[in-house]
């Protein structure tokens, strides 16, 4: 399974950012299967901000819960991440991932900074 994000690498405070992650080698309904966002903000460790399983349920990070939301696209094999309200705090390489049971697939990551 291969992931690979995108999405704007600088977001201005107060907005919304938005990330997409494209899932190719495997399909985001697989059973089982749940689809995660990830991050890590410099010199900290890494964060898990909510899922969206194979059934479309959601899985939400306490601490983050009232800012992000996560939905997919099973046409496009896609799943996205929403971050409203966002501050330099939230500067960070943002990941997706998948966890099969198995074993876990990771993207590269994308930097996305909020700045004015």
């Known amino acids: 399974v291969q992931l690979q994000e995108s999405g704007p690498g600088l977001v201005k405070p107060s907005q919304t950012l938005s990330l997409t992650c494209t899932v190719s080698g495997g399909s985001i309904t697989t059973n089982y299967y749940y689809w995660s966002w990830i991050r890590q903000a410099p010199g900290k460790g890494l964060e898990w901000m909510g899922a969206?399983?194979?059934?479309?349920?959601?899985y939400d990070s306490p601490s983050l819960k009232s800012r992000t939301s996560i939905s997919r696209d099973t046409a496009k094999n896609q799943f996205t991440l929403q971050l409203s309200s966002v501050t330099p705090e939230d500067t960070a390489v943002y990941y997706c991932?998948?966890?099969?049971?198995?074993?876990?697939?990771w993207g590269k990551g994308t930097l996305v900074t909020v700045s004015s």
């Open positions: 969206i399983a194979y059934s479309g349920s959601l």
């Open positions: 991932n998948v966890h099969t049971g198995f074993m876990d697939y």
